[in-house]
């Protein structure tokens, strides 16, 4: 799964030029993105235009009776979601790209107790990327609307696989415009959500306080603290 990930890239104006995001849309450093935050995302108009938004990360589906579900559905398996009834529509009409720089993943630790040990997984380059992902528009009785999302997982690729049996999508840049593109032949998307290979994936091991999902400061890519220190987080 991907429970949390990172847009620390410090320059707002390098991500609106990477993605095209428009000035209206904010664009906010983050150190450690949770499940039901507001997130950066493309998506695209009735026109296929692609456009910056802000979507909250849980996918709710339009014929869903209330919200609540949302925080149950952060991910989609790549190789179900086709079929799901939450995940069908969006699959074929609203794709998007969820814009990040990294993601955290656990370690269990060797012995049977201590803390799981978390790891900041990037490109090998460091650069920005996207996450494919799955959004969504749903009404409620009151007048409530909620724009969400989901981010797509796939089998973990081997530098990952010691962690964890599952990964984000991590699109390659010249697939984001055809992942956005509905008329995309279904045919074509196995290719295009291959993923990110081993061999441009980077592994840091980062300290403990990204366990707490309620700390979002650059404390989260700090460096392992001394045993003697792991209690402070």
Known sequence: MCGRYT????DPAAIRDRFGIGEAVQVTQRFNVAPGDEVLAVTTDRAGTPRGELLRWGLVPSWASGPESGLKMINARVETAPERPAFRRAFERFRCLIVAD???EWQAPEAARGPKRPFHI??????LFAFAGLWS???GDDEQ?????TILTMAANPAIAPLHDRMPVI??????????DAATP???LGEILAGLPAARTQLTEVGLAVNDARYDGPECLAAPA????SALF
């Open 7 to 10: 847009l620390a890239t410090p």
């Open 102 to 104: 990294g993601f955290y």
């Open 122 to 127: 990037t490109r090998d380059d460091g650069g």
């Open 137 to 139: 528009i749903w009404h």
């Open 145 to 149: 609307t909620i724009r969400s999302c």
């Open 171 to 180: 699109l390659i840049p010249e697939h984001e415009s055809p992942w956005l």
């Open 186 to 188: 279904r045919e074509h």
């Open 226 to 229: 001394p045993a003697a220190q």
